[in-house]
């Protein structure tokens, strides 16, 4: 457990570090952190969209930033190339039909602005199997960065529904 905060805190410190690079750590409007948490809401909308209709080379080239780094429950995995990150994609979804699932559903709980570059989106994962039914609800935590590419997701970790991380 140590591991993961230890790993959270330095991807947090480096979009911090990358933040005062471009400039960003300027004081925003509560329009601007409006936006972010619109844009960065949206972008995970996007995800869970395209990993329903089982789309992994969009999720490798449109919505994870390369590299990424997932923290679960063996412990951090980075994914260095798209293909490496597509091929993780679809044996993820390989196994999840498998398992009789049809679609997941992000509901987002609270979304913390760092600045217009960064966010942190915290909330739940609802899947649901082919007949309707719910096949689990856990808790995600997703570490967002905006490039030149538009927002892209840098890492997540998967906890307790009930955990959620806040601003304050």
């Known amino acids: 457990m140590k591991q993961y905060v230890r790993i959270a805190a330095a991807v947090v410190v480096a979009l ?12 925003m409007s509560p329009a601007e952190v409006d936006a972010v948490k619109k844009e960065a809401t949206a972008h995970i909308d996007k995800y869970y969209r395209l990993f329903s209709e089982q789309k992994p080379d969009v999720l490798a080239s449109e919505v994870f930033n390369i590299p990424w780094l997932v923290i679960g429950g063996s412990g951090p995995q980075a994914d260095l190339t798209r ?4 091929a ?5 979804m390989k196994q999840l039909v498998a398992s009789g699932w049809s679609r997941s ?23 649901y199997k082919t007949d309707g039914s719910v096949m689990s609800v856990g ?8 490039s030149k590419d538009g927002w892209r997701i840098v890492s997540y970790s ?3 529904r ?3 991380v806040r601003c304050d």
Do not use: D, W
């Open 88 to 92: 993780r994609f679809q044996a993820s």
């Open 139 to 146: 808790g995600v935590t997703y570490i967002l960065g905006k």
């Open 162 to 164: 009930g955990k959620v």
């Open 105 to 127: 559903v992000f509901t987002t709980e609270n979304v913390c602005v760092l600045n217009a570059n960064a966010a942190i989106a915290s909330g739940y994962n609802t899947r």
């Open 83 to 86: 293909e490496q990150a597509q």
């Open 16 to 27: 911090g570090a990358l933040s005062v690079t471009l400039g960003a750590q300027q004081q």
């Open 158 to 160: 998967g906890h307790p």
